[in-house]
């Protein structure tokens, strides 16, 4: 069994699309992740649910629990509406060490080890220049564990 | 809104466990993550479904891509079926810096920042040295995010 067996067609944004239509399509479709593609249509991101998460909460309460307290429901509010002018470019976090992306032959150890080590529920597969589709840690362990 | 009102009863395993079962757990009932308790009934770990994943990759395949792909089929149905021995305990890695754990105030900002920074997709809730349940990423997303 091969990645090429266990993808499917899964959605993707561009770095230009609004940080409030990431999060939409998340919540929405149930996504447990992102794929950011280029012009050209290829990943140049692939963030996890918890990433997408943290686009819509400001640094300084990420960093400091205490404060993420006392912020009351209007101010929540407020930070999410804000959001509305930002783009996921300007959201996404530094280009990481290694993104989770392979090719069509990926076997079931390495696609399991790349969500492991990249901590994404999400695979993104591309060959020959183009993005095929994407596999899921969900689609991963239908497949793989014994029921 | 506060924790109280997102939270939902949530499946938890033992460190007894073997792992085979956690990751049936994961895989049969489509989960985010796994909550691991103590004999009380208390969390003692909070797993992004990547980790459990994680506990099914030998630890060599996950650091050697390149081994990964050499590795035949027949060869990772041997390492799925070699962890019927072992428990979540050996498995689970080290005490984290932080938990994603709460108590029913937390807010959503609070909820949205936890999950960001341990990136799980999973808060458990405790009140009083009682597990009252979970929130999940995709049920803040659905109340949070404006449709």
Redesign the interface.
Known sequence: ?RARDLLAAFPTVTADAPV?EA??L???Q?L?GLIVVDDDGLPVSIL????V??L??PRY??DD?AL??V???KH?DA???SLAGRTVRQAVPPRPRELPVTDP??????L??????????LVAVVEQGRLLGAVT??A???R????
């Open positions: 069994m409030i999060a939409r998340l919540a929405e149930d447990p996890a649910g918890t990433q998460l943290a819509a909460v309460c990420q629990p993420a307290r912020v009351d429901e929540a930070f999410l509406s032959d990926a076997t079931v150890l390495e399991a080890a790349l969500m492991a080590r990249t901590r994404t529920p840690l969900q991963l362990m239908d793989v564990v014994p029921s």
